[in-house]
């Protein structure tokens, strides 16, 4: 079945520093993959995706790229700032299988001024 | 995008009781699905709803438990049944939406349940 994995956290930074967060999955076929993010208190929302292999999505200065090769989609910013402060998911889409979303396990981002 | 609205936002519950969850959304929407985050957890899918016809159920979730409704293509509603202290969790709606290139899930605010 599919299965996404993400890197433990929480991952502690310091404002202005990089961020990546580890992201691998496990699908057949050719899924979609997806970045959300967690807010405290709020809902999740949609950061970013890639449809294909070799894609890039981006939004608020994040970015991941679909690496079939690797089977990852790793998030990375390169200046986090503490309003970046949240649970990033990852999740990937079998287009196989109703589109339901497989989500991996949240990494926490702790960020300090 | 679409705006999603769920109600209660949350709950305190007494063991053994019932709670059913409302999902709202601004646009008609073919497929809605409903999650559960378990208290530090990532989100497991419950059942995948659409309009008109019975909701499939994930493995580990049965109908008598999660029972559902789909009565139009803006509002869903779940109800947790028979609850035990290991129900308590966020609740969250999803709906899935055409994007720029491909299909894309938007989130409700979710519905935080306490059972006692």
């Known amino acids: 079945g599919n299965s996404v994995t993400q890197m433990e956290g929480p991952v502690t930074l310091s404002e202005e520093a990089f961020l990546t967060i580890n992201c691998t999955y496990t699908?057949?076929?050719?899924?979609?993959l997806f970045w959300y993010v967690q807010y405290p208190g709020e809902g999740l929302q949609l950061l970013l995706k890639?449809?294909?292999?070799?894609d890039k999505g981006s939004n608020k200065g994040f970015e991941a790229t679909y690496r079939k090769e690797t089977t990852s989609f790793h998030l990375e910013k390169g200046s986090v700032q503490v309003s970046d402060s949240a649970v990033y998911f990852c999740?990937?889409?079998?287009?196989?299988?109703?589109?339901?979303?497989?989500f991996g396990g949240g990494t926490r981002l702790m960020v300090k001024p | 995008s679409a705006v999603i609205s769920q109600k209660p936002s949350r709950d305190i519950c007494q063991r053994g009781t019932s709670l059913t969850i409302q999902c709202q959304v601004d646009?008609?929407?073919?497929?809605m699905f409903w999650y559960r985050q378990q208290p530090g957890q990532s989100l497991t899918l419950i059942a995948t709803?659409?309009?008109?016809?019975?909701?499939?159920?994930e493995s580990g979730f049965v109908i008598d438990k999660f029972p559902i409704s789909r009565p139009n293509l803006t509002f869903s509603t779940l109800t947790v049944s028979n609850m035990s202290p290991e129900d308590s969790s966020i609740y969250l709606c999803?709906?899935?939406?055409?994007?720029?290139?491909?299909?894309?899930?938007?989130f409700g605010p979710g519905t935080r349940l306490t059972v006692t």
């Open positions: 999803s709906v899935e939406l055409p994007g720029t290139s491909g299909y894309e899930q938007y």
């Open positions: 699908a057949t076929g050719y899924p979609s």
């Open positions: 890639a449809t294909k292999a070799d």
């Open positions: 999740a990937l889409s079998d287009n196989n299988a109703g589109n339901m979303l497989t």
């Open positions: 646009s008609q929407v073919t497929m």
């Open positions: 709803a659409n309009q008109g016809s019975e909701a499939t159920y």
